[in-house]
């Protein structure tokens, strides 16, 4: 029994993001579902009308009010994705974007990722070396990324928050008029924007939100 432990303590960790620094799955046709499961979280994505749900082996499902072909993602798996107003981005198994169906005219720039995050009419994603970079149209400084390194991203309606690295504190930048995009300065272990407020997880296991108190 003493051997087992040993061994299983030894053994890589699952249910690790690429975000959260867990490597992408190889691409092409070797990128099985062996390969993708040890490093993808199961989550489940809301904007608008519809909702999308990304499984441990990387595929994505798509219901609620159809829109121009959202419910056909084109490829058959993926590391993560967000979700925009009517488009849906997603990051490949070779961590590259890709934006669908572009009813928003939102086009991913090339280059490589570990994490993304979409607003209304933008999408932000982390490029493997922590920087921000953001695509689209905001009215309120939504695609201005930030300078600095970051280990996490959230997006919705026309505000993102992140959390810098090493410390873990938020910045957030874009639509302020409910104070969604004016964080406490704390460190916290994730964060996740919303239409009018957002919200972070402390390091304790505590909540914190900011913005429209409801």
């Known amino acids: 029994r003493l051997i087992a432990l040993f061994l299983l303590l030894l053994s890589p960790a699952c249910g690790r993001t690429v975000a ?17 499961s040890p490093s993808h979280v199961p989550s489940i994505h809301a904007a608008g009308f519809r909702s999308c749900s990304l499984d441990a082996k990387g595929a994505v499902a798509c ?4 829109t121009n072909g959202i419910f056909k993602p084109p490829d058959p798996t993926y590391l993560d994705l967000a979700m925009s107003g009517l488009d849906v981005c997603a990051l490949r198994v070779d961590s590259t974007l890709r934006c669908w169906p572009g009813d928003e005219g939102i086009t991913p720039p090339g280059g490589t990722f570990r994490q993304v995050a979409a607003a209304s009419w933008s999408a932000c994603a982390l490029d493997l070396g922590g920087h921000v970079l953001c695509w689209g149209k905001s009215n309120y400084g939504g695609t201005k990324a930030p300078p600095g390194v970051f280990k996490a991203i959230s997006g919705r309606s026309e505000h993102y928050c992140a959390l810098r690295e090493p410390d873990g504190h938020p910045l957030c930048w874009g639509l302020n008029k409910w104070g969604q995009a004016s964080p406490p300065d704390e460190e916290l272990a994730s964060v996740s924007a919303g239409n009018a407020l957002s919200c972070g997880l402390r390091t304790t296991g505590t909540a914190v939100c900011w913005g429209l108190a409801l």
Not at 20 to 36: Q, R, V, Y
Not at 63 to 66: S, V
């Open 20 to 36: 959260d620094g867990g490597e992408p799955a190889a691409s092409g046709s070797d990128a099985g579902d062996a390969a993708l």
């Open 63 to 66: 219901w609620g009010e159809q």
